[in-house]
């Protein structure tokens, strides 16, 4: 075994994620509108699909981050629940009728399917809108004020990132594409947002900008590396295992990695991106312990 592999091995990482999580979920029912505030149903549906499961990958990715980076998580709760607030939006949408109508996420009936499409629709502009709230909670720092912090999520969540990536997403299906054209969608619709969230947590920790640009080394890579894992995923494993409808993306005529290229060469481009995700970590000098570990268990993960 590499001593890079020992290293690897050395961190708790189940451990690591539980604190994480507690400390997101804790953050998240603190920041978010409490169940019972009017309009009830509203909240009510926010913290169904908030709550409802998701592994919570893109706030452990920001808060591993800020850590790199020298800071306590403190610093960074704020952004990651921001993060995952646009992250579960764009998911309650996407399971819409008019996206991927889908009845199945996190485990759970989708959002519509418990509380209507209206309040659905609403539900998710709601989290969307309330990320920018929560993420103006951050303190700001000497390098990176509010004006940066907002900046970074709208760009991530915009027209030209994670709804381009659903836009091409929509426009390409049943069709033939190349594998150019698929990347194009893939680093919007998923490797955007992640890439985002370890920038964020980069810039709680006031990092400096060689440091910054590894980190968006680190995301982009990693970030497109989880999407060809989901779409693998989705061929490979069972709709109960991976807490939403597996064969989607087959059914619905979708360009995928392993449509276009096949399985086994879907894991080695896969592979391919971790390996330069990690790359990108040298000039944390060992000191990003945690990202090396994440991005190692998005490329192994089973859902
Ligand atoms: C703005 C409507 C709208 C959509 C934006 C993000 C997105 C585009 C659509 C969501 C569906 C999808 C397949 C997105 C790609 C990113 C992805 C693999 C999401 C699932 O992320 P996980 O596995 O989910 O981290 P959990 O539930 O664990 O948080």
């Known amino acids: 075994m590499s001593l890079a592999q020992d290293q690897k091995q050395a961190f708790d990482l189940p451990c690591y994620l539980r604190q994480q999580m507690a400390a997101v979920d ?61 992250h579960t939006y764009s998911l309650i949408h996407d399971d819409l009728p008019a996206m991927d109508n889908d009845d199945l996420r996190r485990g759970k009936p989708t959002n519509h399917k418990v509380f209507g499409e209206g309040i ?38 915009g027209s030209r990132q994670l709804i381009a990536g659903q836009v091409a997403d929509l426009e390409s299906e049943g069709k033939k594409i190349p594998a150019g054209q698929l990347r194009y969608i893939h680093e919007r619709k998923t490797s955007a947002l992640l890439c985002c969230a370890v920038r964020l947590g980069g810039m709680s ?27 693998i995923l989705d061929v490979t494993q069972t709709s109960e295992q991976l807490g939403k409808t597996a064969g989607k993306d087959t059914a619905a005529e979708k360009a995928t990695y392993p449509s276009i290229v096949g399985l086994e060469k879907s894991r080695q481009i896969a592979s391919q991106l971790t390996r330069r995700a990690f790359s990108a970590l040298q000039p944390f000098k060992g000191k990003a312990k945690a990202l090396e570990a994440l991005a190692e268990f998005l490329l192994k993960r089973d859902k």
């Open 120 to 157: 659905a629709i609403l539900a998710g502009d709601a989290l969307l809108t309330e990320a920018f709230a929560i993420a103006a909670q951050a303190k700001g720092w000497p390098r990176y004020g509010h004006r940066d912090l907002v900046r970074e999520l709208a760009r991530a969540a």
């Open 205 to 231: 920790a006031n990092c400096t900008a060689p440091q910054l640009k590894a980190l968006t080394d680190f995301g982009y890579n990693v970030g497109l590396a989880f999407q060809i894992i989901d779409d």
């Open 26 to 86: 804790g953050a998240l029912q603190r920041f978010l509108p409490p169940a019972g505030a009017k309009p009830a149903t509203i909240h009510r549906a926010m913290r169904y699909s908030i709550f409802a499961g998701g592994k919570r990958m893109r706030p452990a990715l920001c808060l591993a981050a800020a850590e790199a980076c020298g800071a306590e998580m403190e610093a960074a709760l704020p952004l990651a629940c921001a993060v995952e607030c646009i």
